[in-house]
């Protein structure tokens, strides 16, 4: 790992870079498919100019069938040798791409799990740090299964408006909407499982609360 790109306890947006892996290898990997495809072009464009030639050159009887057929077939060859070489190159910048570790959902850093100078690998179970998404956020609540008629009914007709309190029941923490009803009733507890969304706008929510 080169460098951490975020500072612990930071919002970053999708996309935002998270780290650096040294690029070297895959940088080195790339160039020389880069390259590899620009000498079988130079080599197909050789070929297909010969073809020309032969071509013009058989009804004239100074070019033979089996040399056009055998120049044809060299273009052909080198023709599908480029587009392998195109896709070594695809896959050479994907592989250079995953060296930058970017973000890949809008959210709140936590605390860092490795250092510049670690080793990473991409079957690590440790990972670099994890994003949680905090605006918006959803809450996981139940209720019982007596009242599903009566939400099922209400969220037919329209928005379902949704407010979370504080533990004491004082304080009201922020108004979100109802989003979905479970598919299935916890038969142990006699409860439905329902999730609503809430724009969050003063972090009044946090994940795992």
Known sequence: LQKIAFTEGQTVKKGDLLAQIDPRPNQAAYEQAV???AKD???LTNAK???DRYTVLQPQDLASKQTVDTAHALVDQLAAQVRVD?????????QLDYTRISSPISGRTG???????NIVRAAGTTGIVVVTQVQPI???FTL???DLAGVYAALSAGTVDVTTLSQDGATELDQGALTLIDNVIDQTTGTIKLKATFSNAHNTLWPGQ
């Not at 195109?86 to 994907?94: E, F, K, L, M, P």
């Not at 605390?111 to 100078?117: H, Y």
């Open 35 to 37: 390259a590899t495809k």
């Open 41 to 43: 072009a130079a080599q």
């Open 49 to 51: 100019r010969d073809l």
């Open 86 to 94: 195109q896709a070594i190159i695809d896959n050479a910048h994907t």
């Open 111 to 117: 605390i860092r799990l490795v250092d510049p100078g």
């Open 138 to 140: 959803s809450v996981i």
């Open 144 to 146: 019982p299964e007596d």
